[in-house]
């Protein structure tokens, strides 16, 4: 049993952040729900436990630090886990001002707020709060196919807007563990895949074509390289380090899945040619469209995971193999959420009922 027993999660509305409070509410922990529901976040994710007084959800702006200011005084969590973002490489080309202000704006109100929340602690309380950002491994930069693997000690180079905005929000959690000693960890982790990962992504977005028997675009050769991880598993790691990491500490977590794009979606659609034979696009594979690279375009990414599995004992469950082959059944089993965040519907049903209130909880 976790050692925390209330969390404030920010973005659980989104793909990992909802399989994460999933997780921890079967896990009997609760939950308050801090979400500004963009158009990736969905409480559909969240259905199962609409009704479970342990999920509160708090539908808000993580620059708002009154609101956040009064759900740590509220509710007295003893961990903030942080992954509210902007998170989508080719918006943060298309427009990166969203990405500055909820990445760094945003993730310094989080420690503001944390931080004052923090120092009015004492006893065991103080002992025990955390404070976990949740980061990626796009930090980091580009690799060649002869560099190694990232680990803790890789020189930040963020290529993006959507890596830069990331990478300052790491710095700033350093900063504050270091000047304000708040008791914060950073995860850096690869890409993830799975249940609830909104369609504008490579794995669910090929999925999605596939089935209906549009293009896979499948930027320039192809050829770029991620290290994939399964979202359940990236959601362990983070408990795990929550429970045992070392304050200020940083762990990469990563699950060794080296993996060119092309191969991937290669991948999905042998799955579909097997899962759905009847198909009149067997074999899906036929689909694939080479399309322009986006531009500055990162090459390489791997991680080393080895401090996380050697320090803390985390491993991950899935290999690529058994997490796409669940990631594909799951999404043939839901073809109603699919329709839901495609259609629009239900982000008109966000604008209808929040479109007069700044925040809300419920
Ligand atoms: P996502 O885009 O699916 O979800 C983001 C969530 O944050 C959404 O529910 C959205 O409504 C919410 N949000 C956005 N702006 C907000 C704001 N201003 N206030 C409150 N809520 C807001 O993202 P994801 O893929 O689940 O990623 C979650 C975190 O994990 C991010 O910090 C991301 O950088 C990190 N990460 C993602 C991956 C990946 O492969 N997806 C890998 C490593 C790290």
């Known amino acids: 049993m976790s050692l925390h027993k209330t ?8 793909f990992i952040g909802s399989n994460f409070v999933l997780a921890a509410v079967a896990a009997g922990q609760t939950v308050i729900n801090l979400d500004a529901l963009t158009y990736a976040g969905n409480l559909g994710n969240l259905a199962s436990i609409a009704s479970n007084p342990r999920h509160i959800f708090v539908h808000g702006d ?6 956040v200011a009064k759900l740590l005084a509220e509710y007295r969590p003893s961990a ?6 902007e998170s989508h490489v080719d918006r943060s080309i298309a427009g990166p001002e969203a990405f500055l202000k909820t990445n760094i704006d945003g993730t310094f109100t989080m420690l503001r707020c944390a931080r004052a929340f923090y120092e009015s602690l004492a006893g065991e309380e103080k002992e025990l709060f955390r404070f976990l950002h949740v980061s990626t491994d796009e930090v980091y930069g580009t690799l060649t ?3 190694p693997a990232f680990h803790e000690r890789t020189p930040y180079a963020p290529n993006s807007p ?6 300052s929000s790491d710095m700033l959690v350093r900063a504050w563990v270091h000047t304000y000693k708040l008791p914060a960890l950073i995860t850096n ?25 549009k293009p896979l675009p499948v930027y320039g050769d192809g050829q770029q390289i991620r290290d994939w991880l399964f979202v359940a598993d990236h959601c362990s790691a983070i408990a795990t380090v929550l429970e045992n990491g070392r304050l200020g500490e ?3 977590v990563g699950g060794g899945n080296q993996r060119a794009n092309l191969m991937v979606v290669h991948t999905v659609c042998a ?8 198909s009149p696009f067997v074999p899906h594979s036929k689909l694939i469209t080479y399309v322009q690279d986006r531009p500055g375009h990162d090459r390489r990414y791997a991680i080393d995971a080895r401090k996380i599995e050697g320090e803390l004992g985390w491993h991950a469950a899935e290999s690529f193999e058994t997490g796409m082959r669940k990631t594909v059944q799951w999404y043939l089993d839901n073809p109603e959420w699919l329709k839901d965040v495609t259609s629009g519907a239900y982000q008109q049903w966000v604008n209808k009922n929040y479109a007069d209130r700044s925040s809300a909880a419920f």
């Open 271 to 278: 799955l579909l040619d097997e899962l759905r034979p009847d």
């Open 162 to 167: 959507y890596a830069a905005s990331k990478a």
């Open 145 to 147: 196919p002869e560099d």
């Open 62 to 67: 993580i620059n708002d630090g009154e609101l």
């Open 189 to 213: 982790c690869s890409n993830n895949y799975g249940p609830f990962q909104f369609p504008e992504k490579l794995i669910p977005l090929m999925i999605l074509n596939a089935l209906a028997g």
């Open 250 to 252: 940083t762990y990469n």
């Open 7 to 14: 969390l404030l999660v920010t973005g659980g509305a989104g």
């Open 80 to 85: 903030v886990v942080h992954f509210a973002a």
